[in-house]
């Protein structure tokens, strides 16, 4: 059976917390089973945007069931080791319910470059795969310590340990239908690959995406398909994907309502059964 979460771009009007906590305080008994954040510093000259930690922390202590994430968060624009400590802090406020979205950010030329930081794929997919390593040595609570081309730590040892064991879950994005990505992705907890020209996804395309994750890891059981796209599409073809083996319908608002219409959408509830 396919989950169904709201995947919220938090600027303009959604970068108020106040908004998107009354946002997330309506999807909640309206049977969402997730809320997540985007994570942006700039978006265009001028335009508001929020801090997705603040915001999901606010949101996390005005729910009790949702689950909730950033999604995503580019993990080389980020100390990892702080990511680590701001995640099991916000997995112990939210009683558990943290998903933790990677990947390596987009667009470089103004999240990156802006402010002098790598722009190259390959220079951020190898800091990405240096984080994720740092992420689970620390929150495994043994002693820990890393040394790699982009990242040093000492031995340290992490506490608390988040409340999610073995660890907080990961979902890796990816563009579609990048196989790099997509093989990290199969490392972890959750797939989450992103449709470059924002079209709704197909079922032949979640077929697809399912058959590639069972032969990068031999199993798919337990292991999260996400994909997103339209209200209106996920209501429409929420039966196909899931039998297509997706696991996880992200819906995002459309880019021309108005947070009103987001709010009554919401409200509505995933719309199917």
Aim: aromatic share 10%; no cysteine; proline share 8%.
């Amino acid at each position: 059976m396919v989950r169904f979460g709201i995947s919220v771009p938090n600027f303009g009007d959604l970068a108020n917390p106040g908004v998107l906590v009354d946002l997330a305080v309506r999807a909640e008994p309206a049977g969402w089973d997730g809320f997540f954040v985007w994570d942006h510093i700039v978006i265009g000259d001028g335009v508001a945007v929020g801090d997705p930690w603040v915001q999901l922390s606010a949101i996390a202590q005005a729910t009790e069931r949702i689950l909730l994430g950033p999604m995503v968060t580019p993990l080389p624009r980020r100390r990892p080791w702080v990511v680590a400590r701001q995640a099991a802090t916000l997995d112990h406020l939210s009683g558990g319910r943290l998903i933790l979205g990677v990947g390596i950010g987009y667009p470089p030329e103004t999240e990156f470059a802006t402010f002098g930081e790598p722009t190259g794929d390959r220079v951020r997919a190898d800091m990405l795969d240096e984080g994720l390593s740092i992420l689970d040595g620390m929150w495994s609570g043994s002693a820990f310590s890393h040394t790699g081309d982009h990242y040093t730590v000492a031995e340290t040892r992490f506490a608390p340990k988040p409340m999610q064991q073995p660890r907080i879950p990961i979902w890796v994005a990816a563009e579609w239908p990048n196989r790099r990505p997509l093989r990290r992705a199969a490392r972890f907890d959750g797939a989450f690959p992103v449709k470059m020209d924002l079209s709704d996804w197909t079922p032949d395309e979640v077929a697809a995406l399912t058959t590639m994750m069972r032969a990068d890891r031999g199993d798919v059981s337990g292991f999260e398909i996400v994909v997103g796209g339209s209200f209106e599409a996920g209501r429409a073809l929420a039966d196909s994907y899931g039998e297509a083996g997706a696991t996880w319908y992200l819906a995002s608002p459309d880019p021309d309502g108005t947070t009103d219409d987001l709010m009554a959408t919401v409200a509505e509830g995933p719309g199917v059964s």
